[in-house]
C-alpha cells in the first residue's frame, strides 16, 4: 500500500513533466472530489461499510484499531465509537493495523460483524467474529469475539485486509504473499500456503475443528496438499477487492513491485501468475509451476517509459494501486457501469469499462494529485462510492463546477 519517498519523488517528476493521455474509445465522465464531511477529523481510514440493517449507518474503520459510526449531518463535527481494539496494537508499520470490515448479510437479525486486523509476537493476521452489544445497537460487544483464522506474517508487509460477503453468503478474504521483494518464500504459487491468495469461508458452519466451514464447490477443497479455504492465488498483495453488485463479479487490484499494477477480475481456482509473472510481463522463476495464469483486465506501468511495452500505452503512469468499485449508484449516471480505482501515490483515479472480455474504455476520472493519498474507496448503501485518504479525509465525486452549473 504504501511505498518509499523517492518513489513517491519519482512519480510527482513524471507527472509535471509529462503530458497526460486520456484513452478516447468511449467517453468517461471527468469529476472532481469534494469533502463528504467536512468538519470531521478522523486518523488513516481505510475501510467505510454500510450496515446491511436499513439504518443508513456508515462505519469508518481507522488503520491504529477504532470504528467509528459517521454522522448522518454532513455538516456534524462528533462521531460515535463503535468498537476501539487499538489497546491491542494493531497498527505498528505502515501497512499494518485494522484493515477489513464486513456485516454479516443478516447482520440485522444477528448482530455479526468480521474484522481483519494485524497482530505481533509472533506477527500475524487474524479474522475474527463480533457481535453488537445487546443493550446499545452502536457499540460492539468486545467480549464477543471468535477468532476463525489466525495466518502466520514472516514480514510486515503485504498484509492484505479486505474482507466481503457475496451474494452467495460466503466470506471472501484476500492476503499478501508474507512481503518482502520476490515474494521470497515461493508463497503465491504455493496452495499449501494462505499467502498469496483469496480465500472463501462459510462464517456460519463448521468443518471438523474448524471454527468456520469449507464450502464444498471451493476449488482445492479436495486436492491433497492444498488448503481447502483457497478461492485463487499467484497474487502479491491485493489491496482492495469488491464485488460488482450487479453482475456479481470480483474485482481485485493488485500492488506490484517495481515495474507493473494490475486490475484481475477473480474466476474460481484461478492463478494469477505472481511471482513468475507481474502483470503481462516476466518476472522471476517460482519452485511451483501452475498454468495457466490468467491475464489482467488491465495493467499500468511505474514510468512513461514502460508505458510503451503495454497494450495499455495511453494509461498515464502511477506507483500503487488501490482497487475500487464498478459504480452502480444514481448520483452519475455517465459514471454508470464503470470501474473507479486509483493510484495511492500519484493521486490520481482512472475509470474503466469491461465488457467481460476487454477493457473498451479507460481514461482519468479526476486528475493527479501527489499529496492526495488514495488509501481506499468505499461504496454505500445505494452505490455511491466515496474516496478515503491516509490524511484523513473522506471524498465524495461530484460533476466539475462548470458541469454542476456553478
Given at each position: 500500500?504504501?511505498?518509499?519517498?523517492?518513489?513517491?519523488?519519482?512519480?510527482?517528476?513524471?507527472?509535471?513533466?509529462?503530458?497526460?493521455?486520456?484513452?478516447?474509445?468511449?467517453?468517461?465522465?471527468?469529476?472532481?472530489?469534494?469533502?463528504?464531511?467536512?468538519?470531521?477529523?478522523?486518523?488513516?481510514?481505510?475501510?467505510?461499510?454500510?450496515?446491511?440493517?436499513?439504518?443508513?449507518?456508515?462505519?469508518?474503520?481507522?488503520?491504529?484499531?477504532?470504528?467509528?459510526?459517521?454522522?448522518?449531518?454532513?455538516?456534524?463535527?462528533?462521531?460515535?465509537?463503535?468498537?476501539?481494539?487499538?489497546?491491542?496494537?494493531?497498527?505498528?508499520?505502515?501497512?499494518?493495523?485494522?484493515?477489513?470490515?464486513?456485516?454479516?448479510?443478516?447482520?440485522?437479525?444477528?448482530?455479526?460483524?468480521?474484522?481483519?486486523?494485524?497482530?505481533?509476537?509472533?506477527?500475524?493476521?487474524?479474522?475474527?467474529?463480533?457481535?453488537?452489544?445487546?443493550?446499545?445497537?452502536?457499540?460492539?460487544?468486545?467480549?464477543?469475539?471468535?477468532?476463525?483464522?489466525?495466518?502466520?506474517?514472516?514480514?510486515?508487509?503485504?498484509?492484505?485486509?479486505?474482507?466481503?460477503?457475496?451474494?452467495?453468503?460466503?466470506?471472501?478474504?484476500?492476503?499478501?504473499?508474507?512481503?518482502?521483494?520476490?515474494?521470497?518464500?515461493?508463497?503465491?504459487q504455493n496452495l499449501g500456503t494462505l499467502l498469496g491468495?483469496?480465500?472463501?469461508?462459510?462464517?456460519?458452519?463448521?468443518?471438523?475443528?474448524?471454527?468456520?466451514?469449507?464450502?464444498?464447490?471451493?476449488?482445492?477443497?479436495?486436492?491433497?496438499?492444498?488448503?481447502?479455504?483457497?478461492?485463487?492465488?499467484?497474487?502479491?498483495?491485493?489491496?482492495?477487492?469488491?464485488?460488482?453488485?450487479?453482475?456479481?463479479?470480483?474485482?481485485?487490484?493488485?500492488?506490484?513491485?517495481?515495474?507493473?499494477?494490475?486490475?484481475?477480475?477473480?474466476?474460481?481456482?484461478?492463478?494469477?501468475?505472481?511471482?513468475?509473472?507481474?502483470?503481462?510481463?516476466?518476472?522471476?522463476?517460482?519452485?511451483?509451476?501452475?498454468?495457466?495464469?490468467?491475464?489482467?483486465?488491465?495493467?499500468?506501468?511505474?514510468?512513461?517509459?514502460?508505458?510503451?511495452?503495454?497494450?495499455?500505452?495511453?494509461?498515464?503512469?502511477?506507483?500503487?494501486?488501490?482497487?475500487?468499485?464498478?459504480?452502480?449508484?444514481?448520483?452519475?449516471?455517465?459514471?454508470?457501469?464503470?470501474?473507479?480505482?486509483?493510484?495511492?501515490?500519484?493521486?490520481?483515479?482512472?475509470?474503466?469499462?469491461?465488457?467481460?472480455?476487454?477493457?473498451?474504455?479507460?481514461?482519468?476520472?479526476?486528475?493527479?494529485?501527489?499529496?492526495?493519498?488514495?488509501?481506499?474507496?468505499?461504496?454505500?448503501?445505494?452505490?455511491?462510492?466515496?474516496?478515503?485518504?491516509?490524511?484523513?479525509?473522506?471524498?465524495?465525486?461530484?460533476?466539475?463546477?462548470?458541469?454542476?452549473?456553478?
Amino acid at each position: 500500500m504504501i511505498r518509499s519517498l523517492f518513489r513517491t519523488l519519482a512519480i510527482c517528476a513524471t507527472l509535471l513533466l509529462s503530458p497526460l493521455i486520456l484513452t478516447a474509445a468511449e467517453t468517461i465522465p471527468q469529476l472532481e472530489l469534494r469533502s463528504a464531511w467536512p468538519n470531521l477529523k478522523v486518523a488513516r481510514p481505510l475501510c467505510l461499510e454500510a450496515a446491511p440493517d436499513a439504518s443508513g449507518r456508515l462505519f469508518l474503520v481507522e488503520q491504529a484499531g477504532r470504528i467509528l459510526i459517521l454522522p448522518r449531518d454532513r455538516t456534524a463535527t462528533n462521531t460515535v465509537t463503535f468498537l476501539d481494539i487499538t489497546a491491542r496494537k494493531p497498527y505498528e508499520k505502515d501497512e499494518e493495523g485494522l484493515l477489513g470490515l464486513a456485516f454479516h448479510p443478516r447482520f440485522k437479525e444477528n448482530g455479526k460483524f468480521y474484522l481483519f486486523y494485524s497482530q505481533q509476537s509472533p506477527m500475524r493476521s487474524v479474522v475474527s467474529e463480533f457481535t453488537v452489544s445487546k443493550t446499545d445497537a452502536n457499540k460492539a460487544d468486545p467480549a464477543s469475539e471468535r477468532i476463525l483464522l489466525t495466518i502466520p506474517r514472516p514480514f510486515w508487509n503485504h498484509d492484505g485486509g479486505a474482507l466481503l460477503f457475496g451474494k452467495d453468503g460466503q466470506l471472501y478474504i484476500s492476503h499478501g504473499d508474507g512481503g518482502e521483494r520476490d515474494d521470497p518464500n515461493d508463497n503465491a504459487q504455493n496452495l499449501g500456503t494462505l499467502l498469496g491468495k483469496i480465500l472463501r469461508i462459510d462464517v456460519d458452519s463448521r468443518t471438523g475443528t474448524l471454527p468456520y466451514g469449507i464450502p464444498k464447490d471451493n476449488p482445492f477443497a479436495n486436492r491433497t496438499g492444498a488448503r481447502a479455504e483457497i478461492w485463487a492465488y499467484g497474487l502479491r498483495n491485493v489491496w482492495r477487492m469488491s464485488f460488482d453488485r450487479q453482475t456479481g463479479a470480483l474485482w481485485a487490484a493488485d500492488v506490484g513491485q517495481d515495474k507493473w499494477e494490475e486490475i484481475n477480475v477473480i474466476m474460481k481456482g484461478g492463478n494469477y501468475g505472481w511471482k513468475v509473472r507481474e502483470g503481462f510481463h516476466p518476472w522471476k522463476e517460482s519452485a511451483h509451476k501452475h498454468s495457466p495464469y490468467i491475464d489482467p483486465v488491465l495493467e499500468y506501468a511505474h514510468t512513461l517509459a514502460l508505458m510503451k511495452e503495454t497494450a495499455f500505452s495511453e494509461h498515464s503512469p502511477g506507483l500503487s494501486i488501490t482497487g475500487g468499485y464498478v459504480y452502480r449508484g444514481k448520483k452519475l449516471p455517465a459514471l454508470h457501469g464503470v470501474y473507479l480505482y486509483g493510484d495511492y501515490k500519484s493521486g490520481t483515479i482512472w475509470g474503466l469499462r469491461y465488457d467481460g472480455k476487454k477493457v473498451t474504455a479507460n481514461s482519468q476520472v479526476v486528475k493527479p494529485n501527489p499529496v492526495r493519498t488514495v488509501a481506499s474507496f468505499a461504496e454505500d448503501a445505494e452505490g455511491e462510492v466515496y474516496v478515503l485518504l491516509l490524511s484523513g479525509q473522506i471524498l465524495e465525486l461530484t460533476p466539475p463546477a462548470k458541469a454542476a452549473g456553478k
